[in-house]
């Protein structure tokens, strides 16, 4: 099993980057978003790898991030979904912009990326929607999730709508509004159906 791979990026496109390490070229097939985060190359990197072995195929899929690789993992989890479906739906989003559509259902905005259909986008919001939490899809977004879009959650689950649904509410929200990033905004709009005046 290969975890990662660190050596020197001899070439990068937007779906594929080879690195040479030891004296072996590794040919990674990539998302846009680990291509962004890439450095020249010639310098060095290191791909966090998922190995995908086939009747007929065999190949390294490599990743910038924890984030991406375990959001791979997981959409390949979903029946209809292989790797090059997961790597489209990468490319065509970000962690955060998949992780609140995901958690709010927002089958349509997934759909939407090329090479989604319908049931798919369905498909995988039904079966990961309780593998992702709001909490999560706001830390890949790179935003101190964790504060105010907690605080909103426990201050809904005081009021009594219990947690998996104030979890639900705030993610619906952020989903409409990723712009939000004070508690008081996010509990409003939560409380009147997430709707900015």
């Known amino acids: 099993m290969i975890a990662y791979v660190r050596g020197q990026l001899v070439e990068k496109t937007p779906a594929i980057a080879v690195v040479e390490a030891a004296g072996v070229g590794y040919e990674f097939t990539i998302p846009i978003s680990t291509y962004d985060r890439l450095p020249p190359a010639g310098s060095e990197a290191r791909l966090l790898a998922v190995h995908c072995v086939r009747e007929d195929d065999e190949t390294l899929y ?43 259902g927002d089958a349509k905005r997934i759909a939407a990326i090329k090479g989604v259909g319908k049931k798919t986008a369905e498909k995988i919001c039904v079966e990961l929607r309780d593998k992702v939490s709001v909490l999560e899809a706001r830390g890949a977004a790179g935003k101190p999730a964790s504060s105010f879009v907690r605080d909103a959650v426990l201050a809904l689950d005081a009021l009594g709508f219990g947690e998996e ?33």
């Open 165 to 197: 649904k104030a979890s639900k509410m705030v993610s619906d929200v952020l989903a409409a509004n990723p712009s939000v990033s004070d508690t008081e905004t996010l509990i409003k709009l939560s409380l009147s159906g997430g709707k900015s005046k």
């Open 62 to 104: 490599g990743f910038a991030t924890t984030e991406e690789k375990t959001m791979f993992s997981k959409l390949v989890s979903v029946s209809g979904v292989g790797p090059k479906i997961a790597i489209a739906i990468l490319s065509g989003s970000s962690i955060s912009e998949l992780s609140f559509a995901i958690a709010g």
